[in-house]
């Protein structure tokens, strides 16, 4: 069964203290991984896209990389406005389109 | 630009109205997409729409009643739902469906449903 699972569910950072969000990913014919944000009440907002293994993307302070299990979403120096959920969602060959989500990380990033 | 617009923010009906939820993108997206979000949990996909033609039902009551206009316009008609469809509504846009077309999905603000 293809399954996608982010890990840690919730994570505090003080101001400045980077770490890694991580999403691991069974699936049979991956055809993509994205990353979102997604504020309280809002819709996902896109951050990255990410095909094959090795392939790493930057958004300031932001970096998502990719392994043939899984993707980090490194975060340096975060500041308070980077407090949201980050969702990790996986397109799978065959299934016109559709994106399944894991449960995604509650980042909260504190002064 | 990479907006998708839905109507309205928010909507409170009662179990036995009928209401519309609609979606805009101006991109030349030939894809469209709703997905449900109840809190604390990931959007979870209820149809996709190719080339203004449903493609993917992911087995929704038929009290959700999907309708695509046009390439630009997807509107899910509402009947008779039940306190446990409230939830957050997001419409969502690619390229395509299929194939290497496809790229990231833009989604909208959402719109958040409440059954009373």
């Known amino acids: 069964e293809d399954q996608v699972t982010q890990s840690p569910e919730a994570l505090r950072l003080q101001e400045g203290e980077s770490s890694s969000l991580n999403c691991s990913y069974t699936?049979?014919?991956?055809?993509?991984l994205f990353w979102y944000r997604q504020d309280p009440g809002k819709g996902p907002e896109f951050l990255f896209t990410?095909?094959?293994a090795g392939e790493e993307k930057e958004k300031e302070r932001l970096k998502a990389t990719l392994t043939k299990k899984e993707s980090f979403l490194h975060i340096t120096a975060p500041k308070p406005e980077d407090s949201a959920t980050y969702l990790c969602?996986?397109?799978?060959?065959?299934?016109?389109?559709?994106?399944?989500f894991g449960q995604g990380t509650e980042l909260s990033v504190k002064p | 630009d990479t907006e998708v617009t839905q109507t309205p923010k928010h909507l409170v009906m009662g179990m036995t109205n009928k209401k519309s939820l609609k979606c805009e993108q101006h991109?030349?997206?030939?894809?469209m997409y709703w997905y449900k979000q109840k809190a604390k949990k990931p959007p979870e996909l209820m149809f996709v729409?190719?080339?203004?033609?449903?493609?993917i039902n992911e087995s929704v009551p038929s009290r959700f009643s999907p309708e695509c206009p046009n390439s630009s316009l997807l509107n899910l008609h509402l009947h008779a739902l039940q306190p446990e469809d409230s939830a957050l509504y997001l419409c969502?846009?690619?390229?395509?469906?299929?194939?290497?077309?496809?790229?990231?999905?833009?989604f909208g603000q959402g719109t958040r449903l409440t059954v009373v």
């Open positions: 969602a996986v397109r799978i060959y065959n299934q016109g389109g559709k994106l399944i």
């Open positions: 991109m030349g997206h030939r894809a």
């Open positions: 699936v049979s014919g991956l055809r993509g």
């Open positions: 969502a846009s690619s390229p395509s469906s299929t194939g290497a077309g496809w790229t990231e999905a833009f």
């Open positions: 990410l095909y094959s």
């Open positions: 729409y190719s080339y203004e033609k449903l493609s």
